[in-house]
C-alpha cells in the first residue's frame, strides 16, 4: 500500500508540471518494519544515509545534461539527511524535508538553498524539538536563505507517504505537505529558471 502512495504522491508532483525522478538509492530493498529477522538496526548497515548523497548527485547531473536547469529535491525519512546534503552543497536549487531522519543540527547549518522542513507532533525519530532547532539555526543562518518550517499536529514520523488513505484526517495532513512541497518548488524554482532566462 505504502509503495502505491508513493508512486501516486509522484504522480501528484508530475500532474503539475515537473519532470519527476524518483531513484531506487535501497536497490529493490526498503526497510520492512515487518521483518523481524532484519530490524532498523540491521537493515540500516547496508542503507547508510550518508550513501544518499554520493548515489543522488549523479542522477542530478544527468538532468542537468538532460537541459533541465533548476533541480529541487523532496526527502522523505531516510532521504532528509540527502536533501539537507544536496541544498548544503549546493547541488540542488530548493530542498524539501518531510518528516526526515537522521538529520541533526549540523547537516542544516551552513544550508545554501531554500529549505522547507515539515515535521509531526508525535514523530519520535525527528521530535518537534529537533525540528524547531533546525528552525533555529535557520533564523540565525547567514548568509540567509529563504526557509519555511512547519510542525503538523497529531501525526507521526512517516505521516505524508506511510497513512490510510481511507483516515480522513491522515489523507488531509498528508495532502498539505504536498500542496506545502509544490508550492515551495513553484515559488524556487520558478524564481532560479527565471534568473538563468
Known amino acids: 500500500m505504502y509503495l502505491d502512495l508513493q508512486h501516486q504522491f509522484s504522480d501528484k508532483v508530475a500532474a503539475t508540471g515537473y519532470f519527476v525522478v524518483a531513484p531506487d538509492f535501497f536497490n529493490g530493498d526498503p526497510f520492512d518494519s515487518d521483518n523481524v529477522n532484519r530490524p532498523l538496526p540491521v537493515w540500516i548497515q547496508d542503507h547508510e544515509p550518508e550513501k544518499g ?101 497529531n501525526v507521526s514520523h512517516g505521516w505524508s507517504l506511510r497513512y490510510d488513505p481511507n483516515d480522513p484526517k491522515a489523507a488531509e495532513a498528508a495532502d498539505k505537505a504536498h500542496k506545502i512541497m509544490i508550492y515551495w518548488f513553484d515559488k524556487h524554482l520558478k524564481e532560479a529558471i527565471n534568473l538563468i532566462l
Not at 524535508?97 to 522547507?116: C, F, N, Q, S, W
Not at 532547532?133 to 526557509?147: R, S, T
Request: hydrophobic share 45%; net charge neutral; with cysteine.
Open 53 to 153: 548523497f554520493e548515489a543522488a548527485k549523479p542522477v542530478i547531473e544527468a538532468l542537468k545534461r538532460k537541459g533541465f536547469s533548476a533541480v529541487g529535491v523532496a526527502g522523505f525519512c531516510w532521504g532528509g539527511k540527502t536533501a539537507a546534503e544536496l541544498g548544503k552543497f549546493k547541488y540542488v536549487q530548493t530542498n524539501v524535508l518531510i518528516h526526515p531522519a537522521y538529520v541533526e543540527v549540523d547537516d542544516i547549518r551552513g544550508m545554501k538553498t531554500p529549505i522547507a522542513i515539515l515535521g509531526g507532533e508525535n514523530d519520535t525519530i525527528s521530535p518537534p524539538e529537533l525540528i524547531l532547532e533546525f528552525k533555529q539555526v535557520l533564523q540565525n543562518a547567514i548568509p540567509k536563505v529563504d526557509y519555511y518550517v512547519k510542525i503538523f499536529p
